[in-house]
């Protein structure tokens, strides 16, 4: 109902699981998904991987009410391009939907504060830090929402490179996964968003 209320989106299907979405994928034209991660018969997460897999152009953005960041980790492996606390503002809807379908990410400010906040003050930036400039393209590329295979392709590697360089920056700051790395990277001024 909020979404049609926009103006400038439409609701065309939903689904009550990760399967039925997929069946109603083939059947509706989709520019845009918002994705649950907790359902029945088949997850969120095995979903938008499946889905994107099968249709790389559709974009996703995660509605949960989970903060926990596995899941926003599996979900971005999987290729969301937005993640929403699912007790979002109209106006926060809005901006996530506008930014995802126009090719940029969001992340809502709730998720940004926890995982920035998680970063502990001994994490800040040490003097003997030195990433070196592809490090900083891939850190970029992962801010803008991009997984390794779409990474990859912009900077013309392997995904098996891109997955070493992910692997050198969070052994560099002393992260362990790609959202704590990005909440420290945010925090220490390495990006911006």
């Known amino acids: 109902m909020v979404i049609n209320k926009?103006?400038?989106?439409?609701?065309?299907?939903?689904?009550?699981?990760?399967?039925?979405?997929?069946?109603?994928?083939?059947?509706?034209?989709?520019?845009l998904v918002l994705m649950d991660i907790e359902m029945p018969v088949m997850n969120g997460v095995e979903a938008t991987r499946k889905a994107?897999?099968?249709?790389?152009?559709?974009?996703?953005?995660?509605?949960?009410?989970?903060?926990?960041?596995?899941?926003?980790?599996?979900?971005i492996e999987a290729g969301v391009k937005g993640f929403l606390i699912k007790?979002?503002?109209?106006?926060?809807?809005?901006?996530?939907?506008?930014?995802?379908?126009?090719?940029?990410?969001?992340?809502?400010?709730?998720?940004?504060?926890?995982?920035?906040?998680?970063?502990?003050?001994?994490?800040?930036?040490?003097?003997d830090l030195s990433l070196t400039r592809r490090e900083l393209e891939v850190l970029a590329l992962l801010a803008e929402g991009l997984n390794n295979k779409e990474i990859a392709d912009r900077l013309f590697v392997s995904e098996r490179t891109i997955v070493g360089h992910k692997s050198n920056l969070m052994a560099k700051t002393n992260?362990?996964?790609?959202?704590?790395m990005l909440a420290y990277a945010i925090r220490n001024g390495l990006i911006n968003i």
Do not use: C, H
């Open 52 to 75: 994107i897999e099968k249709y790389p152009g559709i974009k996703i953005i995660a509605l949960t009410m989970f903060k926990e960041d596995a899941y926003i980790q599996s979900m």
């Open 87 to 127: 007790n979002i503002r109209k106006e926060v809807l809005d901006r996530a939907l506008q930014a995802v379908y126009n090719g940029k990410t969001y992340y809502s400010e709730e998720l940004w504060d926890y995982f920035t906040k998680s970063v502990s003050k001994e994490e800040k930036i040490e003097s």
């Open 6 to 31: 926009l103006g400038y989106a439409k609701v065309v299907a939903e689904a009550a699981d990760g399967a039925e979405f997929l069946r109603l994928l083939e059947q509706e034209e989709t520019d």
């Open 175 to 180: 992260t362990k996964n790609t959202v704590s």
